[in-house]
Nanobody, 125 residues
């Protein structure tokens, strides 16, 4: 099992930047896949970006080139999401996710086993 705790959310103006962090504790094998999902009010939770144990990454088209997912160089149990060029449509609750087995390209939230509690990101125009 693994516990995930997010931090770094907040309110920014359009064009601004935020960096989200996710600290995992527990079984490192369960973090072979780690990703960020988001959920806007009234919408379904959607994948934003993911990273596998080999360092390969996957992004949804709407954030590619603006967001960067990475792990801490010293502690591979810490996941980051650097968000630049934020837009109002990026507003939502951002969740860290982890799983020992799912593939990098998975989109279905039901396929991912472990979730954090979320951190709110609000982008004003």
């Amino acid at each position: 099992q693994v516990r995930l705790v997010e931090s770094g959310g907040g309110s920014v103006e359009a064009g601004g930047s935020l960096r989200l962090s996710c600290t995992a504790s527990g079984n490192a094998f369960s973090t072979n896949y780690m990703g960020w999902f988001r959920q806007a009010p009234g919408k379904e939770r959607e994948k934003v970006a993911a990273l596998d144990r080999d360092g390969a990454t996957d992004y949804v088209d709407s954030v590619r080139g603006r967001f960067t997912i990475s792990k801490d160089n010293a502690n591979k149990m810490i996941l980051y999401l650097q968000m630049n060029g934020l837009k109002p449509e990026d507003t939502g609750m951002y969740y860290c996710a982890a799983d020992p087995y799912v593939s990098l390209s998975v989109r279905r939230t039901s396929a991912v086993e472990y979730w954090g509690q979320g951190t709110q990101v609000t982008v004003s125009s």
